[in-house]
């Protein structure tokens, strides 16, 4: 059996090639990181709002039967505008005695709905219709984008191509540049509105503060104007020398 010197066992491992680079980059290659945001501007396509009856009485069930046939009402209203039953949401539902004020000993009603249009050139009157038929509670609108995935595609592209001019910039001013993609990690929307969501105490406080009727004139002025989302990348450039 033959034994190699123990001084060529270095030269041996020198010869070996060296391991890759776990970030991708080749030995005459730098690494470069960019993080870019790009935004993109969409008119809403879909409106949800709050609209209810609240119902006073000397019993609870007069109060209860007089809320439920205006509910039916404002319900019928909005059918006619073309409403769905599916975009109809039971938000609050109450029924209770007043201890107190002017309407003390005398039973309260509370029926609150979440409606959800999709047609924005009725939103306006869609309420007047529901106010006129003897919805005396009104919130919001929370205004959506039904395809928000499909809307923030433009800014997905406008954030890769700021990232990219910025590598460029950077490479130029080193003398250097970009030879390929190593990774795209997606951040997100940024500032993106929470789900809208509200609970039941929520809503019985937003029945409180707007216990007032207030019905607003025929065909109420709305505007859906323009939504401006926000999307954030991350991309990781090869650079090399010119």
């Known amino acids: 059996m033959r034994h190699l010197p123990l001084l060529a066992l ?13 970030r991708g980059v080749a030995k005459d290659e730098t690494l470069l990181s960019v993080q870019a945001s790009g935004r993109a501007d969409t008119r809403p396509d879909e409106a949800r709002i709050q609209l209810g009856v609240q119902s006073i009485a000397a019993t609870s069930g007069e109060a209860s039967r007089s809320n439920r046939d205006k509910m039916d009402k404002v319900a019928a209203a909005l059918a006619r505008l073309g409403v769905k039953p599916d975009d109809l949401q039971t938000r609050n539902l109450t029924l209770g005695r007043i ?7 005398r039973f309260r009603a509370d029926n609150l709905v979440e409606v959800k249009l999709r047609d924005m050139g009725k939103v306006g009157e869609a309420v007047a219709a529901a106010t006129d038929a003897g919805a005396n509670l009104l919130g ?9 995935e499909a809307a923030s595609r433009s800014a997905y592209a406008a954030a890769y191509r700021n990232a990219r001019a910025r590598a460029e910039a950077y490479a130029g001013a080193a003398g250097l540049t970009i030879a390929r993609v190593l990774t795209i990690q997606d951040g997100g929307e940024f500032g993106a509105p929470p789900p809208y969501a509200r609970t039941g105490n929520m809503d019985a406080m937003a029945v409180e503060q707007s216990a007032a009727p207030v019905a607003p004139p025929p065909s109420a002025p709305f505007s859906a104007g323009i939504t401006t989302q926000e ?12």
Do not use: E, M, W
């Open 10 to 22: 270095p030269l041996l491992a020198a010869c070996q090639p060296a391991a890759p680079d776990p």
């Open 99 to 105: 201890d107190y004020g002017k309407d003390r000993g």
């Open 140 to 148: 919001g609108p929370d205004l959506r984008i039904s395809n928000r």
């Open 231 to 242: 999307v954030r990348v991350r991309v990781d450039f090869a650079l090399k020398p010119q």
